[in-house]
């Protein structure tokens, strides 16, 4: 739907996949059909992944101006191989954490060429799609792929940002035990607030039926953390990329995979252990179950008015730097999603809104909230 809203708005789209395992094959068909320039199918190889993204960008005639990223990979393909395009980029649209952490380290850098807008960031991103999309998209996806009955069942999650924060109150509200692990002080005292005790992993490892992590960092569950675990563990991710479960390190001749059903590994130890492995460490939600589609509306809408908002940006409002978007933007978002629920807004006096300072019509929030 995003793509034929952009296309309806007069933009001409190439489309490639953030996930090798995310791509709906019928829909990707239709586009194609509809003549958008669509690079993806499920179940691609690395080096399909990048060919398709390759091909979003190295084409005779056709010449990008905006990038719509996920992950950052886009970004950082065009940047290694094809810098010159950016010469005609008026901006960068980035959704995710992983992506958004890179833009920032090219920022810090100073070899961000083109302003960005990190989406990632927005309430309405972080809100809706991290915590409450996160917190249905966790259990359809582990249904899916195990039947696991979560009553009784230990837990830790790695992370207790927005989507951590929505995988463990899926957890606990399914009779689930869940653990916390977190590097933040601020995050770690919300989750002990919140009634879950924070531990560091490798005191748990040995006795959790579930390891979820969702922290957007590299190396999160290490091979020696997947050599503790119990029979059966079962390990996936909820982060963005495919780095936070070290599952290189279990490519080795002395342990052997099963491919039980689609996208559910079995890593056999030469004892006979079994951890169980969900979509080879990538993201869950997007590789083994649906994700709502009234969560991905609120977020696509949001992607679209910030592609628009740097397109037409006057000349010198943004420069090479990392944004976030426009807080009126995000109360826009929002209340084009309320008759959903046929919610009423109550509307400010002029007394009242003279009182708190405000405009009446908004933004009623500071940038940073």
Known sequence: VLIETLCALGAQCRWSACNIYSTQNEVAAALAEAGVAVFAWKGESEDDFWWCIDRCVNVDGWQANMILDDGGDLTHWVYKKYPSVFKKIRGIVEESVTGVHRLY??????????PAMNVNDSVTKQKFDNLYCCRESILDGLKRTTDVMFGGKQVVVCGYG????GCCAALKALGAIVYVTEIDPICALQACMDGFRVVKLSEVIRQVDV????????NVVTREHLDRMKNSCIVCNMGHSNTEIDVTSLRTPELTWERVRSQVDHVIWPDG???VLLAEGRLLNLSCSTVPTFVLSITATTQALALIELY????????Q???????????YVASLHLPSFDAHLTELTDDQAKYLGLNKNGPFKPNYY
């Open 105 to 114: 380290q090219l920022s810090k850098a100073g070899k961000l060429c083109v």
């Open 321 to 331: 730097d990392v944004y976030l978007l426009p807080k009126k933007m995000d109360e």
């Open 162 to 165: 927005e989507v951590g924060k």
């Open 211 to 218: 390891v979820i992590t969702c922290t957007g960092n590299k």
């Open 273 to 275: 252990k079994r951890v």
């Open 312 to 319: 037409n940006a006057p000349e010198g409002r943004y420069k």
